[in-house]
Protein backbone atom coordinates (compact mmCIF):
# COMPACT_ATOMS: atom_id res chain seq x y z
CA UNK A 1 0.00 0.00 0.00
CA UNK A 2 1.32 3.44 -0.91
CA UNK A 3 2.76 5.07 2.09
CA UNK A 4 0.33 8.53 3.27
CA UNK A 5 1.47 11.69 5.28
CA UNK A 6 -0.25 14.43 6.38
CA UNK A 7 2.14 16.93 4.90
CA UNK A 8 5.18 15.77 2.68
CA UNK A 9 7.98 18.41 2.52
CA UNK A 10 10.84 18.63 -0.69
CA UNK A 11 13.68 19.81 0.45
CA UNK A 12 15.78 19.60 3.39
CA UNK A 13 17.10 23.24 3.76
CA UNK A 14 16.40 24.89 6.71
CA UNK A 15 12.89 26.09 5.57
CA UNK A 16 11.93 22.70 4.91
CA UNK A 17 13.09 21.11 7.82
CA UNK A 18 11.68 24.43 10.06
CA UNK A 19 8.60 23.29 8.26
CA UNK A 20 8.32 19.62 9.43
CA UNK A 21 9.45 20.78 13.08
CA UNK A 22 6.15 22.97 12.66
CA UNK A 23 4.19 20.36 11.35
CA UNK A 24 5.72 17.57 13.63
CA UNK A 25 4.94 19.82 16.72
CA UNK A 26 1.10 20.32 15.76
CA UNK A 27 0.59 16.09 15.55
CA UNK A 28 0.90 15.53 11.36
CA UNK A 29 2.22 12.90 10.09
CA UNK A 30 5.50 14.21 8.53
CA UNK A 31 7.83 13.34 5.99
CA UNK A 32 10.80 15.28 4.12
CA UNK A 33 12.58 14.38 1.14
CA UNK A 34 15.73 15.34 0.48
CA UNK A 35 17.94 15.18 -3.36
CA UNK A 36 21.15 15.09 -1.89
CA UNK A 37 23.01 12.70 0.93
CA UNK A 38 23.46 15.61 3.50
CA UNK A 39 20.59 17.90 5.30
CA UNK A 40 20.77 21.50 5.59
CA UNK A 41 21.19 23.20 2.64
CA UNK A 42 22.88 26.55 2.60
CA UNK A 43 23.51 25.45 5.66
CA UNK A 44 26.89 23.61 5.27
CA UNK A 45 29.50 23.04 7.97
CA UNK A 46 32.79 21.29 6.02
CA UNK A 47 34.24 19.26 9.00
CA UNK A 48 38.07 18.21 8.38
CA UNK A 49 39.92 15.05 9.98
CA UNK A 50 40.54 17.11 13.16
CA UNK A 51 37.45 18.41 13.93
CA UNK A 52 38.46 21.76 12.78
CA UNK A 53 35.03 23.22 10.78
CA UNK A 54 34.56 25.87 8.41
CA UNK A 55 31.09 27.56 6.83
CA UNK A 56 30.80 26.46 3.07
CA UNK A 57 27.24 28.50 3.52
CA UNK A 58 25.72 30.78 6.18
CA UNK A 59 28.11 30.99 8.95
CA UNK A 60 26.34 34.33 11.74
CA UNK A 61 23.05 34.20 13.50
CA UNK A 62 21.81 36.95 15.11
CA UNK A 63 19.89 37.48 18.36
CA UNK A 64 16.89 39.21 16.20
CA UNK A 65 16.48 36.03 14.56
CA UNK A 66 13.36 35.00 17.17
CA UNK A 67 11.65 32.17 14.80
CA UNK A 68 15.29 30.39 15.11
CA UNK A 69 15.71 31.04 18.23
CA UNK A 70 11.94 29.75 19.80
CA UNK A 71 12.95 26.95 16.97
CA UNK A 72 16.73 26.14 19.46
CA UNK A 73 14.58 26.86 22.68
CA UNK A 74 12.19 23.19 21.54
CA UNK A 75 15.41 21.65 19.82
CA UNK A 76 17.42 22.05 23.72
CA UNK A 77 20.21 24.07 21.87
CA UNK A 78 19.52 26.86 23.53
CA UNK A 79 22.24 26.47 26.24
CA UNK A 80 24.82 25.50 23.34
CA UNK A 81 24.74 29.02 21.72
CA UNK A 82 28.48 29.67 20.54
CA UNK A 83 29.43 33.66 20.64
CA UNK A 84 31.29 35.06 17.59
CA UNK A 85 33.67 37.43 18.16
CA UNK A 86 32.88 41.01 17.33
CA UNK A 87 35.64 41.79 14.66
CA UNK A 88 35.90 43.97 11.77
CA UNK A 89 35.29 43.15 7.68
CA UNK A 90 37.81 44.94 5.56
CA UNK A 91 37.93 45.66 1.90
CA UNK A 92 40.32 44.08 -0.26
CA UNK A 93 41.00 46.17 -3.43
CA UNK A 94 44.30 46.07 -5.62
CA UNK A 95 46.07 43.31 -3.77
CA UNK A 96 45.61 45.53 -0.22
CA UNK A 97 43.14 45.43 2.48
CA UNK A 98 41.65 48.54 3.79
CA UNK A 99 39.71 49.70 6.94
CA UNK A 100 35.86 50.12 6.05
CA UNK A 101 35.86 53.27 7.21
CA UNK A 102 39.19 54.75 5.92
CA UNK A 103 37.08 54.45 2.27
CA UNK A 104 34.26 56.02 3.24
CA UNK A 105 33.78 60.04 2.41
CA UNK A 106 32.48 61.05 6.02
CA UNK A 107 31.22 64.43 5.18
CA UNK A 108 29.49 63.17 1.41
CA UNK A 109 28.16 60.60 4.32
CA UNK A 110 26.76 63.30 7.03
CA UNK A 111 25.38 65.26 3.86
CA UNK A 112 22.96 62.23 3.02
CA UNK A 113 22.86 60.46 6.21
CA UNK A 114 20.05 63.27 8.16
CA UNK A 115 17.26 61.97 5.33
CA UNK A 116 17.35 57.93 7.14
CA UNK A 117 14.41 58.58 9.54
CA UNK A 118 12.21 59.90 6.61
CA UNK A 119 13.51 57.75 3.41
CA UNK A 120 11.30 54.59 2.98
CA UNK A 121 12.93 51.39 1.16
CA UNK A 122 9.87 50.65 -0.39
CA UNK A 123 9.70 50.93 -4.04
CA UNK A 124 13.52 51.60 -4.25
CA UNK A 125 16.43 49.40 -4.95
CA UNK A 126 19.60 48.88 -3.16
CA UNK A 127 21.67 51.34 -5.29
CA UNK A 128 18.59 54.20 -5.50
CA UNK A 129 18.18 54.17 -1.56
CA UNK A 130 21.72 53.45 -0.49
CA UNK A 131 22.97 56.06 -2.90
CA UNK A 132 20.56 58.35 -1.25
CA UNK A 133 21.15 57.85 2.12
CA UNK A 134 24.88 57.66 2.01
CA UNK A 135 25.61 59.29 -0.85
CA UNK A 136 26.78 58.33 -4.47
CA UNK A 137 30.63 58.08 -3.94
CA UNK A 138 30.30 55.82 -0.73
CA UNK A 139 27.67 53.72 -2.66
CA UNK A 140 30.17 53.39 -5.53
CA UNK A 141 33.58 52.79 -3.47
CA UNK A 142 32.25 50.71 -0.64
CA UNK A 143 28.70 49.78 -0.42
CA UNK A 144 27.72 48.27 -3.83
CA UNK A 145 30.45 45.94 -3.14
CA UNK A 146 29.58 45.12 0.60
CA UNK A 147 26.23 44.30 -0.13
CA UNK A 148 26.93 42.06 -3.33
CA UNK A 149 29.66 40.49 -0.39
CA UNK A 150 26.11 39.85 1.21
CA UNK A 151 24.24 38.24 -1.04
CA UNK A 152 27.17 36.74 -3.40
CA UNK A 153 26.01 38.94 -6.39
CA UNK A 154 25.64 42.08 -7.58
CA UNK A 155 22.59 43.94 -5.39
CA UNK A 156 22.20 47.29 -7.39
CA UNK A 157 18.35 46.12 -8.62
CA UNK A 158 17.79 43.91 -5.58
CA UNK A 159 14.25 45.57 -3.89
CA UNK A 160 16.11 47.61 -0.71
CA UNK A 161 13.67 46.08 1.87
CA UNK A 162 14.88 42.84 0.93
CA UNK A 163 18.06 43.68 2.68
CA UNK A 164 18.20 44.28 6.39
CA UNK A 165 14.98 43.77 7.93
CA UNK A 166 14.60 45.85 11.33
CA UNK A 167 13.88 43.00 13.94
CA UNK A 168 13.66 43.15 17.96
CA UNK A 169 16.54 41.41 19.75
CA UNK A 170 16.46 39.44 22.05
CA UNK A 171 19.15 40.46 24.40
CA UNK A 172 19.48 37.19 26.60
CA UNK A 173 21.35 35.65 24.09
CA UNK A 174 24.80 36.89 22.21
CA UNK A 175 23.74 39.77 19.31
CA UNK A 176 26.21 37.11 16.90
CA UNK A 177 25.97 33.32 17.17
CA UNK A 178 26.92 30.04 16.06
CA UNK A 179 26.99 26.53 17.38
CA UNK A 180 30.36 24.03 18.94
CA UNK A 181 30.01 22.45 15.59
CA UNK A 182 29.04 25.07 13.03
CA UNK A 183 25.23 25.81 12.31
CA UNK A 184 24.61 23.19 10.21
CA UNK A 185 23.81 21.15 13.61
CA UNK A 186 20.52 22.76 13.54
CA UNK A 187 19.39 21.36 10.33
CA UNK A 188 20.79 17.98 11.35
CA UNK A 189 19.27 18.04 15.01
CA UNK A 190 16.00 19.15 13.57
CA UNK A 191 16.33 16.30 10.77
CA UNK A 192 17.10 13.79 13.69
CA UNK A 193 13.34 14.40 14.76
CA UNK A 194 11.55 14.16 11.74
CA UNK A 195 10.92 11.19 8.73
CA UNK A 196 13.69 12.81 7.00
CA UNK A 197 14.91 10.79 4.03
CA UNK A 198 18.33 11.65 1.64
CA UNK A 199 18.98 10.46 -1.88
CA UNK A 200 15.03 11.03 -2.40
CA UNK A 201 15.11 13.83 -5.01
CA UNK A 202 11.38 13.97 -6.21
CA UNK A 203 11.21 14.02 -9.96
CA UNK A 204 7.64 14.78 -10.10
CA UNK A 205 4.28 15.66 -8.43
CA UNK A 206 0.26 14.36 -9.65
CA UNK A 207 -2.52 15.79 -8.10
CA UNK A 208 -5.08 12.80 -6.89
CA UNK A 209 -7.99 12.90 -4.68
CA UNK A 210 -7.28 13.57 -1.25
CA UNK A 211 -4.03 15.66 -1.95
CA UNK A 212 -0.49 14.35 -4.16
CA UNK A 213 1.34 11.81 -5.36
CA UNK A 214 4.89 12.50 -5.09
CA UNK A 215 6.81 10.78 -7.22
CA UNK A 216 10.32 9.54 -5.95
CA UNK A 217 13.54 6.80 -7.60
CA UNK A 218 12.32 4.93 -4.34
CA UNK A 219 8.74 5.15 -5.09
CA UNK A 220 5.28 7.27 -5.36
CA UNK A 221 4.20 8.61 -1.36
CA UNK A 222 1.02 10.59 -0.76
CA UNK A 223 0.79 13.58 0.85
CA UNK A 224 -2.41 15.60 1.76
CA UNK A 225 -0.15 18.40 1.69
CA UNK A 226 2.77 19.01 -0.11
CA UNK A 227 5.29 22.02 0.55
CA UNK A 228 8.09 22.44 -2.07
CA UNK A 229 10.99 24.01 0.33
CA UNK A 230 13.60 23.80 -2.77
CA UNK A 231 15.04 26.96 -4.89
CA UNK A 232 12.75 28.53 -6.74
CA UNK A 233 14.08 26.67 -10.38
CA UNK A 234 13.42 23.01 -9.15
CA UNK A 235 9.42 24.07 -7.71
CA UNK A 236 9.01 25.37 -11.40
CA UNK A 237 10.20 22.39 -12.59
CA UNK A 238 7.80 20.23 -9.89
CA UNK A 239 4.82 22.07 -10.45
CA UNK A 240 4.79 22.08 -14.38
CA UNK A 241 1.88 19.71 -14.36
CA UNK A 242 0.22 20.52 -11.25
CA UNK A 243 -0.09 24.18 -11.80
CA UNK A 244 1.31 25.35 -14.90
CA UNK A 245 -0.08 28.82 -13.80
CA UNK A 246 2.41 28.72 -10.50
CA UNK A 247 5.50 27.01 -12.86
CA UNK A 248 4.90 29.98 -15.17
CA UNK A 249 5.75 32.90 -12.04
CA UNK A 250 8.71 30.44 -10.00
CA UNK A 251 10.08 30.20 -13.44
CA UNK A 252 11.00 33.73 -14.10
CA UNK A 253 12.42 34.01 -10.72
CA UNK A 254 16.18 34.11 -11.40
CA UNK A 255 19.18 32.95 -9.71
CA UNK A 256 22.61 33.46 -8.90
CA UNK A 257 25.61 30.78 -8.07
CA UNK A 258 28.72 30.96 -6.51
CA UNK A 259 31.85 28.92 -6.02
CA UNK A 260 32.76 28.61 -2.19
CA UNK A 261 35.91 27.23 -1.19
CA UNK A 262 36.42 26.72 2.22
CA UNK A 263 40.80 25.99 3.56
CA UNK A 264 42.39 25.66 6.78
CA UNK A 265 45.49 27.49 7.10
CA UNK A 266 48.61 26.95 10.08
CA UNK A 267 48.08 29.96 12.20
CA UNK A 268 51.45 30.83 12.63
CA UNK A 269 51.65 31.15 8.33
CA UNK A 270 48.96 33.69 8.43
CA UNK A 271 49.95 37.41 8.66
CA UNK A 272 46.37 39.16 8.31
CA UNK A 273 45.48 40.46 11.52
CA UNK A 274 41.94 38.77 13.28
CA UNK A 275 39.14 39.73 10.86
CA UNK A 276 35.24 38.65 10.21
CA UNK A 277 36.11 38.69 6.61
CA UNK A 278 37.08 40.88 3.42
CA UNK A 279 34.79 42.77 0.87
CA UNK A 280 36.29 42.22 -2.12
CA UNK A 281 36.34 45.42 -4.72
CA UNK A 282 36.23 44.31 -8.50
CA UNK A 283 37.53 41.07 -7.68
CA UNK A 284 37.40 36.93 -8.84
CA UNK A 285 35.47 36.72 -5.39
CA UNK A 286 32.68 38.27 -3.97
CA UNK A 287 33.94 37.97 -0.10
CA UNK A 288 36.07 35.71 2.19
CA UNK A 289 34.21 34.77 5.82
CA UNK A 290 36.85 33.85 8.19
CA UNK A 291 36.87 31.67 11.27
CA UNK A 292 38.85 34.16 13.30
CA UNK A 293 35.46 34.86 15.08
CA UNK A 294 35.46 31.53 16.43
CA UNK A 295 39.34 31.17 17.36
CA UNK A 296 40.99 27.97 17.07
CA UNK A 297 44.21 27.56 18.54
CA UNK A 298 45.91 25.58 15.71
CA UNK A 299 44.43 27.00 12.69
CA UNK A 300 42.93 29.80 10.90
CA UNK A 301 40.03 29.34 8.69
CA UNK A 302 38.44 31.31 5.06
CA UNK A 303 36.00 30.41 2.93
CA UNK A 304 36.23 32.50 -0.51
CA UNK A 305 32.70 33.15 -2.53
CA UNK A 306 34.03 33.16 -5.74
CA UNK A 307 32.41 35.06 -8.86
CA UNK A 308 31.08 31.65 -11.21
CA UNK A 309 33.52 30.72 -14.09
CA UNK A 310 36.00 33.14 -12.96
CA UNK A 311 38.87 29.95 -11.85
CA UNK A 312 39.52 27.66 -12.49
CA UNK A 313 40.08 25.05 -8.66
CA UNK A 314 43.97 25.70 -8.94
CA UNK A 315 43.61 28.97 -9.74
CA UNK A 316 41.18 29.64 -6.94
CA UNK A 317 43.59 27.78 -4.24
CA UNK A 318 46.60 30.21 -5.69
CA UNK A 319 44.21 33.46 -5.07
CA UNK A 320 43.58 32.65 -1.94
CA UNK A 321 47.47 31.70 -1.23
CA UNK A 322 47.95 35.54 -2.56
CA UNK A 323 45.42 37.07 -0.49
CA UNK A 324 46.25 35.89 2.80
CA UNK A 325 50.17 35.86 1.95
CA UNK A 326 50.77 32.48 2.23
CA UNK A 327 52.44 30.03 0.33
CA UNK A 328 49.79 28.17 -1.80
CA UNK A 329 51.41 24.40 -0.47
CA UNK A 330 50.31 25.50 3.57
CA UNK A 331 46.41 26.06 1.91
CA UNK A 332 44.55 23.15 3.17
CA UNK A 333 41.69 22.67 1.08
CA UNK A 334 38.49 21.38 3.25
CA UNK A 335 35.75 21.55 0.81
CA UNK A 336 33.71 23.53 -1.94
CA UNK A 337 30.80 23.75 -3.22
CA UNK A 338 28.71 25.95 -5.66
CA UNK A 339 26.19 27.79 -3.49
CA UNK A 340 22.63 29.24 -5.37
CA UNK A 341 20.94 32.02 -4.36
CA UNK A 342 18.31 34.39 -6.07
CA UNK A 343 18.40 37.19 -7.59
CA UNK A 344 15.25 39.34 -7.09
CA UNK A 345 14.44 42.21 -8.85
CA UNK A 346 12.09 44.99 -9.62
CA UNK A 347 9.07 42.49 -10.23
CA UNK A 348 9.82 40.70 -6.91
CA UNK A 349 6.90 41.78 -4.60
CA UNK A 350 4.02 41.79 -7.56
CA UNK A 351 5.45 38.33 -8.44
CA UNK A 352 5.55 37.15 -4.68
CA UNK A 353 1.92 38.59 -4.20
CA UNK A 354 0.52 36.81 -7.27
CA UNK A 355 2.10 33.35 -6.14
CA UNK A 356 0.42 33.43 -2.74
CA UNK A 357 -2.98 34.88 -4.50
CA UNK A 358 -2.59 31.55 -6.59
CA UNK A 359 -1.48 29.20 -3.43
CA UNK A 360 -4.82 30.95 -1.87
CA UNK A 361 -6.85 27.47 -0.90
CA UNK A 362 -4.86 24.60 -2.49
CA UNK A 363 -2.75 22.18 -0.44
CA UNK A 364 0.42 22.97 -1.81
CA UNK A 365 2.79 25.21 0.03
CA UNK A 366 5.69 27.24 -0.86
CA UNK A 367 8.59 28.32 1.09
CA UNK A 368 12.18 28.71 0.40
CA UNK A 369 14.69 32.03 0.40
CA UNK A 370 13.03 33.66 -2.64
CA UNK A 371 10.21 35.16 -0.52
CA UNK A 372 10.81 37.39 2.65
CA UNK A 373 14.57 37.32 1.82
CA UNK A 374 17.72 35.33 2.27
CA UNK A 375 18.33 35.09 5.87
CA UNK A 376 17.63 32.23 7.72
CA UNK A 377 15.13 34.38 9.64
CA UNK A 378 13.50 35.32 6.43
CA UNK A 379 13.14 31.94 5.57
CA UNK A 380 11.32 30.70 8.79
CA UNK A 381 8.85 33.57 8.63
CA UNK A 382 7.69 32.18 5.08
CA UNK A 383 7.39 28.89 6.82
CA UNK A 384 5.35 30.43 9.66
CA UNK A 385 3.30 31.88 7.39
CA UNK A 386 2.82 28.97 5.11
CA UNK A 387 2.00 26.42 8.10
CA UNK A 388 -1.02 28.70 9.17
CA UNK A 389 -2.16 28.59 6.10
CA UNK A 390 -2.12 25.40 5.51
CA UNK A 391 -2.98 24.33 8.93
CA UNK A 392 -6.69 25.73 8.53
CA UNK A 393 -8.74 22.86 8.01
CA UNK A 394 -10.42 22.77 4.24
CA UNK A 395 -12.54 20.82 2.48
CA UNK A 396 -11.56 17.24 0.96
CA UNK A 397 -8.25 17.27 3.82
CA UNK A 398 -7.72 15.08 6.95
CA UNK A 399 -8.55 16.62 10.54
CA UNK A 400 -5.58 19.15 10.76
CA UNK A 401 -3.29 20.11 13.42
CA UNK A 402 -3.74 22.63 15.70
CA UNK A 403 -3.28 25.92 14.73
CA UNK A 404 0.23 27.62 15.58
C1 LIG B 1 27.35 31.57 0.93
C2 LIG B 1 26.10 31.87 1.73
C3 LIG B 1 26.22 32.54 2.95
C4 LIG B 1 25.07 32.81 3.71
N1 LIG B 1 25.21 33.40 4.95
C5 LIG B 1 24.12 33.57 5.72
C6 LIG B 1 24.26 34.03 7.06
O1 LIG B 1 25.38 34.23 7.55
N2 LIG B 1 23.13 34.20 7.80
C7 LIG B 1 21.88 33.96 7.30
O2 LIG B 1 20.90 34.16 8.00
N3 LIG B 1 21.72 33.47 6.04
C8 LIG B 1 22.81 33.28 5.26
N4 LIG B 1 22.68 32.75 3.99
C9 LIG B 1 21.32 32.50 3.48
C10 LIG B 1 20.70 31.21 4.01
O3 LIG B 1 21.68 30.30 4.38
C11 LIG B 1 19.80 30.58 2.96
O4 LIG B 1 18.98 31.53 2.33
C12 LIG B 1 18.90 29.50 3.58
O5 LIG B 1 19.67 28.60 4.34
C13 LIG B 1 18.12 28.80 2.48
O6 LIG B 1 17.40 27.74 3.02
P1 LIG B 1 16.28 26.96 2.19
O7 LIG B 1 15.88 25.78 2.98
O8 LIG B 1 15.22 27.91 1.78
O9 LIG B 1 16.99 26.52 0.82
P2 LIG B 1 18.23 25.56 0.62
O10 LIG B 1 19.16 25.68 1.76
O11 LIG B 1 18.74 25.86 -0.76
O12 LIG B 1 17.62 24.08 0.65
C14 LIG B 1 16.93 23.53 -0.43
C15 LIG B 1 17.07 22.02 -0.33
O13 LIG B 1 16.25 21.42 -1.35
C16 LIG B 1 16.95 20.27 -1.84
N5 LIG B 1 16.39 19.89 -3.14
C17 LIG B 1 16.57 20.50 -4.35
N6 LIG B 1 15.91 19.83 -5.32
C18 LIG B 1 15.28 18.78 -4.72
C19 LIG B 1 14.42 17.73 -5.19
N7 LIG B 1 14.06 17.61 -6.48
N8 LIG B 1 13.97 16.81 -4.29
C20 LIG B 1 14.31 16.89 -2.98
N9 LIG B 1 15.11 17.87 -2.49
C21 LIG B 1 15.59 18.81 -3.35
C22 LIG B 1 18.38 20.76 -1.90
O14 LIG B 1 19.29 19.68 -1.99
C23 LIG B 1 18.49 21.51 -0.58
O15 LIG B 1 18.90 20.70 0.49
C24 LIG B 1 23.80 32.44 3.22
C25 LIG B 1 23.68 31.75 2.01
C26 LIG B 1 24.82 31.46 1.27
C27 LIG B 1 24.70 30.69 -0.02
Avoid at 272 to 289: E, K, Q, R
Wanted: contains cysteine.
Amino acid sequence: MMRSFDMIVIGAGISGLGMAHYARQAGMRVCVLEASSRVGGCLHTAVGDDGFWLELGAHTCFNSYGRLLQIMRELGLIDRLVLRERLPYRLWQDGRSYAVAARLNWLELMLHAWQLPWLSKRGRTVAGYYRRLLGRGNYERVLRHAFAAVICQPADNVPADLLFRRRARDKRVPRSFTLPGGLMQIATTLAAQCDCRLNHPVRALRRVAGGFEVVTDGGVLHGARVVCATPAPVAAQLLAEVSPQIAGMLSGIAEASVESVAVAVPRAQVGLPPLAGLIAVDDAFYSMVSRDVVPHPQWRGFTFHFRPGRLDAEGQLAHIGAVLGVEQSVVRRLAGKRNRLPSPDATHHARIAALNAALEGQPLGLVGNYFQGVAIEDCLARVAREFKRLSVRSAGLPAGPAHR
